[in-house]
């Protein structure tokens, strides 16, 4: 089945910098690869998600990237904010009908003010 | 759009009891839902898979007889704990979805057995 691997667990930026958190997948049929943020005692938040068909997308100060042939994708959080403090989580499946999403084991992003 | 609620929000029981968990989609019609477990400063493990009208396929390792799921309608899936134990303990988090869409999460409710 799907592994995903993510890094780094924990990151610390200076606010105003840029936060990159990486991950890596096993199974080349997957195709779909979501980001949630969690803050503390919260729901996951989808913030950003790409298809294998693309190879990045952005939104504002997100973006992500694909590299399909490596097997890996990353986020790009640009301009940090302390309010983008919080746990970020990658996962990926097969975007077929009611397949499951395979998550990564989660990164503490701190941004200091 | 899309939101997903639970109730409650957070449940204390005593061991041996059983606890029921609500997830519905608010605005949307939810064709596949999942239940997760999360464990403090975890990530989300997820228990099984529930699409309305059909029975839930569970993970390995979950108990399907402790852990019972029904998905009554397009909006509404249950979770129920049963014979409750304090290692049962746990943030339960439902997820909604669409076909080939999005999940979308519910709040979480934090179970406490005593």
């Known amino acids: 089945g799907e592994n995903v691997e993510q890094h780094p667990s924990t990151l610390s930026v200076q606010e105003g910098d840029s936060a990159v958190i990486k991950c890596t997948y096993s199974?080349?049929?997957?195709?779909?690869f979501p980001w949630y943020k969690q803050e503390l005692g919260k729901r996951p938040q989808l913030i950003i998600d790409i298809r294998s068909n693309v190879g990045e997308k952005k939104d504002q100060r997100i973006a992500v990237t694909l590299n399909k042939t490596a097997k890996h994708f990353s986020l790009h959080i640009t301009e940090t904010q302390p309010e983008d403090s919080a746990v970020y989580f990658c996962?990926?499946?097969?975007?077929?009908?009611?397949?499951?999403?395979?998550f990564g084991a989660g990164t503490i992003l701190r941004v200091k003010s | 759009g899309a939101v997903v609620s639970q109730h409650p929000s957070r449940v204390i029981c005593k061991s041996g009891t059983s606890v029921k968990i609500e997830c519905r989609s608010l605005d949307f019609q939810a064709t596949t839902m999942f239940w997760y477990r999360q464990f403090p400063k975890k990530s989300l493990m997820l228990m099984a898979t529930?699409?309305?009208?059909?029975?839930?396929?569970?993970e390995q390792g979950v108990e399907k007889d402790k852990f019972l799921i029904n998905h009554a309608s397009l909006t509404l899936s249950t979770l129920t704990v049963t014979s409750a134990h304090p290692e049962d303990s746990s943030f339960y988090i439902c997820?909604?979805?669409?076909?080939?869409?999005?999940?979308?999460f519910g709040p979480g409710t934090r179970l406490t057995v005593t």
């Open positions: 199974d080349s049929a997957s195709n779909y």
């Open positions: 997820s909604a979805r669409v076909h080939t869409g999005p999940q979308y």
């Open positions: 529930s699409n309305e009208g059909s029975k839930a396929t569970y």
């Open positions: 996962a990926a499946s097969t975007m077929e009908y009611g397949n499951k999403l395979v």
